[in-house]
């Protein structure tokens, strides 16, 4: 079975602060884990997944994550906030195999405020 | 990109009537479409897995009866929630998926909030 816990449900930085939103996932398979990000009024769009490969994977508006397996972690990271990343970032796993590809596990969600 | 259409994006009803949410691919074709639901402070939840053509699978605890599940086309799933009560409350979001295993995508809607009164 598979779960994530994100901790934080709310997380406030400055304009150009380092943006740190953790996530650890439970995984009894090798899991793909993802990023989401959803802004008000809109679905959630995918900002990185890990599938296999690379631990640190790059994904879109200056976002980053590094794939712990020692520490079954999947933080998101980016170095510099901006006043448009402020939104709600939820961390979601999949067992990603076969005809299970796509039924996703989320954490409950970040709200990320960011002070100009 | 890839856009999901989801309706409505919100709706009041009454207590004992049914409801019925809609999740379009407006420019792909989506074989598997997937449904959450979202509790205040509550992660999302998986509650079924709607593929095109045949019965919607499941999650363990979700009432199959309850919450009807059609995908008669490649481009539209519903969701219907029957004999809705206060405790259905929530926010429904689907997702569609396009692409084969190497170049999968997911693509979500921008939810439904379900009050019943």
């Known amino acids: 079975a598979q779960s994530v816990t994100q901790l934080g449900s709310h997380v406030s930085v400055s304009e150009g602060a380092l943006v740190l939103l953790r996530c650890n996932y439970s995984?009894?398979?090798?899991?793909?884990l993802f990023w989401y990000v959803q802004y008000p009024n809109q679905g959630l769009q995918l900002l990185l997944k890990?599938?296999?490969?690379?631990?640190l994977v790059k994904g879109i508006n200056g976002f980053e994550a590094e794939f712990k397996k020692s520490e079954t972690s999947f933080h998101l990271t980016k170095p510099s906030a901006h006043m448009s990343d402020a939104a709600e970032y939820f961390c979601?796993?999949?067992?990603?195999?076969?005809?299970?590809?796509?039924?996703?596990?989320f954490g409950r969600g970040t709200q990320l405020t960011v002070w100009p | 990109g890839a856009v999901v259409s989801q309706h409505p994006s919100r709706v009041i009803c009454k207590s004992g009537t049914s409801v019925k949410i809609e999740c379009r691919s407006l420019?792909?074709?989506?074989?598997?479409m997937f449904w959450y639901r979202q509790f205040p402070k509550q992660s999302l939840m998986l509650m079924a897995t709607?593929?095109?053509?045949?019965?919607?699978?499941?999650e363990q605890g979700v009432e199959k009866d309850k919450f009807l599940i059609n995908h008669a086309s490649l481009t539209l799933s519903t969701l219907t929630v029957t004999s809705a009560h206060p405790e259905d409350s929530s926010f429904y979001i689907c997702?569609?998926?396009?692409?084969?295993?190497?170049?999968?995508?997911?693509?979500f809607g921008s939810g439904t909030q379900l009050s019943v009164l």
């Open positions: 995984s009894s398979v090798p899991p793909y």
């Open positions: 890990y599938t296999t490969g690379a631990t």
């Open positions: 997702s569609a998926r396009s692409g084969g295993l190497a170049n999968e995508k997911l693509f």
């Open positions: 979601a796993v999949s067992d990603g195999r076969g005809s299970t590809l796509g039924r996703l596990y």
């Open positions: 709607s593929n095109e053509g045949s019965k919607a699978t499941y």
């Open positions: 420019d792909f074709q989506a074989t598997t």
